[in-house]
């Protein structure tokens, strides 16, 4: 390759490193070459390897969720890019920032029946929040290198943070010259910033009974601070979802946090405590009980907040939707609220929470060791800090419906962007490469595991820390809760619950994983409190029945609207 080509990739990420991206994961391939090299060589990036291009976009989501910095994503021509596509579809519906790098074959190879080429232009379609179509390295010069990063990096962040596909095709010879490299200047980058107004809805701070919700999100200390501050100056409950962070921490002893939702919105005391208006932040809660008290109880005024633009109103009945980040938000409407008050309504849902969490802790704690125990007794051996990822289907709505809300701090990731199964454990190597210094814990079920068993490449290689808690009921158990599941002449255990039969032990035995297996509430606690202080990956496998699950879930709903009566 031309020295003139090597230049351009060589401004590309130099420009990107300028910018403030700190890592690039790479999946090897040949047409790829100069960007891989131009990316390894450059000061200030760091590069990791991933054989699976799948594992590699999830482990980069997940990194980047714990930084919230943009990584860059670089790969060869042909499926390769194809296979980051879900990954790129949860960065986009999660506000995750990627910069996604495909090489491709010259316009002179496209439509010939070359090996490795397909059509990536747009791969993405509405998935990303920009496309750049690259020219030719060789055909252009380092300044449109430097503008394209900057463009790119820009687009990844704002207005609304997501992915973004830079297509770069590339011609043979693909390795370097024996050549010195020119030196290149950075351009300048412009964070744009947006003026937020939230005066409009002063008007609701009128209102007595007001219900904050706060969904799946990425946030930190500030801003679970500026949320609690706003339910403590409104007398407001906040409704926190496991994946908002919100549950647990130093801020809850500021407002009531309700972490029991799931089944207070489920009870008929709700039915007699209708709020006049609630604020919804972040993505869609995990909530099913939620979504049931929206169609059945609602409230006069639903406000939908978001800064993503998606506005989450899945039973379509948010009276005003608003673009603004939680943040933002809650600082806007604390100054506007005024000084701190407690009314009766406070009270009422401050202590309908206190009964709530006594009648799950006293049902759980008489039950079988299961998946709601082990949601419930997660937070209780972490220290300080810890961060949990937690996979979709059953272990997200365990952890909604069972984590205590407490003054420990606890960071909890999830993708409830798309709500897939992929890539678990890719995006909690990812979340533990960005948070070095406090334990990384993926809480997952045994399909979601098995699912992304080629994460543990780049786990290995990368010597990251990581736990990983399985509740294993031998399938699909979260199809248990659907009807489908009692319905006559339809093979159920065949079509929905699909048990895999495989060997848990032996597969932690293949990656080199410590196997912990506790049958009980204090064999559970110590296998945690032992993995998080041992290096390398740990197992613990917790074997449960999906029935007795469905079971534990229903009833415990029944006993904590018995209890608030």
């Known amino acids: 390759m031309s020295e003139t080509s090597y230049n351009w990739c060589r401004s590309l990420f130099y420009q990107f490193a300028s910018n403030g991206v700190q890592h690039v994961a790479i999946s090897p391939g040949s047409r790829s070459t100069p960007l891989s090299i131009a990316a390894d060589l450059t000061e200030g990036l760091e590069t990791s390897i991933h054989l699976d291009e799948r594992a590699g976009s999830y482990f980069a989501l997940g990194l980047a969720k714990a930084t919230s910095k943009p990584v860059i994503l670089i790969c060869t021509s042909g499926t390769a890019a194809v296979n980051y596509h879900p990954a790129v579809v949860e960065a986009f519906y999660s506000g995750t920032p990627l910069i996604i790098i495909s090489a491709d074959r010259p316009p002179e ?51 609304f943070p997501g992915p973004v596909h830079i297509n770069c095709p590339l011609r043979e010879p693909l390795e370097p010259s024996n050549v010195l490299f020119s030196n290149f200047e950075a351009s300048d980058y412009l964070e744009m910033t947006r003026e937020v107004d939230v005066s409009e809805l002063e008007k609701f701070l009128e209102y007595e009974k007001g219900l904050i919700v706060v969904g799946p999100i990425e946030t930190d200390s500030t801003t679970c601070n500026k949320i609690s ?28 946090i309700i972490s029991s939702g799931e089944h207070i ?57 608003v673009a603004v980040s939680p943040s933002a938000l809650a600082t ?54 810890s961060c949990i990822f937690v996979s979709n289907s059953m272990p997200i709505r365990d952890l909604d419906a069972f984590l205590p809300s407490s003054l ?64 294993d009921n031998n399938g699909g158990g979260i199809f248990s809760f659907l009807p489908i599941a ?39 606690l110590d296998a945690l409190k032992q993995s998080i202080n041992i290096s390398g990956v740990n197992v613990i496998h917790v074997i449960v029945d999906a029935q007795t699950n469905v079971a534990t879930h229903k009833t415990t709903s029944n006993k904590v609207s018995e209890a608030l009566q």
Not at 265 to 287: A, C, L, N, Y
């Open 265 to 321: 919105f489920r009870s008929t005391w709700v039915k007699e405590h209708k709020p006049d208006v609630i604020i919804q932040m972040g993505r869609m809660p995990t909530s099913k009980g939620y979504k049931l008290f929206l169609n059945e109880v609602g409230a006069k005024n639903i406000i939908c907040t978001d800064e993503l633009g998606f506005f989450p109103d899945s039973e379509s009945v948010a009276t005003k939707k």
């Open 408 to 471: 420990k701090r606890l960071k909890v990731f999830a993708n409830r962007g798309a709500n897939g199964i992929d890539g678990v454990i890719s995006t909690a190597t990812g979340i533990s490469k960005g948070s070095p210094k406090v334990p990384t814990v993926l809480f997952t079920g045994d399909l979601a595991f098995l699912h992304d068993l080629s994460g543990f490449t780049a786990l290995k290689r990368l010597g990251s820390d990581l736990t990983i808690v399985i509740v």
């Open 109 to 159: 190879l496209q439509n010939r029946g070359a090996p490795q080429t397909i059509n990536q232009i747009e791969l993405y379609g509405k998935h990303v929040r920009g496309f750049f179509q690259a020219p030719v390295p060789g055909e252009s010069i380092q300044k449109n290198a430097l503008n394209l990063a900057t463009d790119a990096f820009s687009q990844s962040l704002k207005p």
């Open 332 to 385: 806007g409407l604390t100054q506007l609220a005024g000084k701190k008050k407690q009314t009766d309504w406070t009270q009422s849902w401050s202590h309908a929470e206190r009964i709530s969490s006594l009648t799950i802790r006293e049902l759980v704690s008489n039950s079988v060791f299961d998946e709601a125990a082990t949601a419930l007794y997660l937070e209780e051996a972490l220290p300080e800090e």
């Open 486 to 524: 009692e319905t006559e002449d339809v093979n159920f255990q065949k079509l929905f619950h699909t048990p895999h039969d495989l060997d848990i032990k032996a597969i932690a035995g293949i990656i080199g994983a410590n196997f912990f297996a506790p049958t009980t509430r204090q064999d559970f």
């Open 229 to 256: 501050e706003l339910g403590s100056v409104t007398g407001w409950p906040v409704v926190a979802d496991p994946a908002s962070s919100l549950r647990n921490g130093p801020h809850t002893k500021d407002c009531v």
